[in-house]
């Protein structure tokens, strides 16, 4: 490609404005100590805050479960969950505060990861128990439960997977966990998938990415179950080599009932390592109620299948109903392909045969009401 196009493709990639549908995350004003890891979970009308904390202020000391409370948007010092939950010998870890508000699960590490569960009767939180055999018999972290309770999501290294964790959830019938099921490709893959999180529409769902490595770039994933689109990467972040200078990474997301919020802990790599809590605000929301799946907002989806070998589908959301402008252009520019119409509220899908196109690299822009957004597309026949 000659300098003339390369500056061309630039200017074209420059002229986009992206429609990002979450806020740039701010941290949450809590008092929480110097080494904390967070690892937070938010009660299902916001007013609590549930969070694994180094308690001692050392590094790699031991963990335990807090909360804080929001009083009119002002939050409280972190208060220990106490001893009868959490076990001075072991890490106690990803804290799940159920829709209920008194069913919290959370993770154990010491010989091995295994996930509990207590509930608070009688004014205080009771003795934790270890979940069923099918849960916790190949080792599970992170769970993330289900609005109504009865499907439990967790990672695990357990053999059947695609990675060295992966996602699985496992449904309660009868009262019993049953036998986990990965959540398969669309969401796992050769990396670790960790630290899922559901909202109340059992649709929206977040995670972790990570390969485990010091030296690897982590990201928050966002996808919405059942609806057979890919996720998308929100917050990357990235770890480098010690000693950390100007280098950060989100961790550990934490998707708000209603859907509208993402909670996260930050960590930047300084001099030491600290962590923070950090919260990420849906721009666009559900419509209507959390129940409700279908989301009305600007957003462009990657296309199916990429690479691009025949026919193609592009799909996309809209606020409302109205014309849309849909356009192809080469890495020069030049326009190949105008796919615009008039779409409806929520999704559309566009379908069309690449063959009438070179292979190669392109680029595809949504335009609807001043808003733009730009993917990019391989075309391989």
């Known amino acids: 490609m000659n300098i003339v196009r390369l500056i061309a493709a630039l200017f074209v990639l420059s002229s986009f404005v992206v429609a990002d549908t979450w806020t740039t995350p701010v941290q949450v004003p809590m008092q929480v100590s110097s080494w904390d890891w967070c690892m937070s979970s938010i009660s299902h ?19 335990g479960l807090y909360y804080a409370l929001s009083v009119g948007g002002i939050w409280s010092a ?6 009868v939950v959490n076990d001075s010998a072991r890490y106690n870890l990803s804290p799940c505060i159920g829709y209920d508000d008194t069913t919290l699960y959370f993770m154990r590490r010491g010989s091995g990861d295994s996930i509990w569960v207590t509930y608070f009767t009688a004014g ?8 069923d055999n099918a849960i916790n018999q190949l080792g599970a972290r992170n769970p993330a439960i289900s609005k109504d309770g009865q499907t439990l999501y967790f990672s695990s290294d357990r053999t059947g997977g695609y990675g060295g964790y992966d996602i699985w959830k496992s449904v309660r019938s009868g009262g019993v966990w049953q036998a986990p099921v990965n959540l398969g490709p669309m969401v796992n893959t050769s990396s670790w998938e960790v630290e899922p999180s559901i909202a109340g529409n059992d649709t929206d769902f977040v995670y972790e990415r990570t390969n485990g490595s010091m030296q690897d770039t ?12 890919p996720p998308d990467s929100l917050f990357p972040g990235h770890y480098m080599p010690y000693p950390h200078y100007g280098s950060y990474c989100y961790r550990a997301p934490c998707i708000s ?40 907002v600007f957003r462009l989806n990657n296309n199916q299948p990429n690479p691009a070998r025949s026919w193609n589908t592009i799909s996309f959301s809209l606020p409302q109903d109205g014309a849309y402008g849909l356009r192809v252009f080469n890495m020069a520019g030049q326009q190949v392909k105008d796919l615009s119409g008039n779409g409806r509220s929520g999704t559309n ?3 069309w045969n690449v063959t009438s196109i070179p292979n190669g690299v392109y680029l595809y822009q949504l335009g609807f009401e001043g808003m733009k957004v730009a993917k990019r597309m391989v075309v391989l026949k």
């Open 45 to 63: 009308d916001g007013s609590r805050l549930f969070f694994a904390s180094d308690s001692d202020g050392i590094a790699n000391g031991p963990h």
């Open 78 to 83: 972190q208060e220990f969950l106490g001893t």
């Open 124 to 131: 205080a939180w009771q003795a934790p128990v270890l979940l």
């Open 218 to 229: 982590m990201n928050i994933w966002h996808i919405r179950l059942g609806t057979g689109y």
């Open 257 to 296: 009932w209603d859907g509208q919020a993402i909670y996260m802990t930050y960590m930047p790599f300084n001099a030491e390592q600290l962590s923070y809590i950090y919260v990420s605000n849906r721009i666009v929301g559900v419509a209507g109620n959390p129940g409700k799946q279908e989301l009305t």
């Open 349 to 351: 899908n566009i379908k």
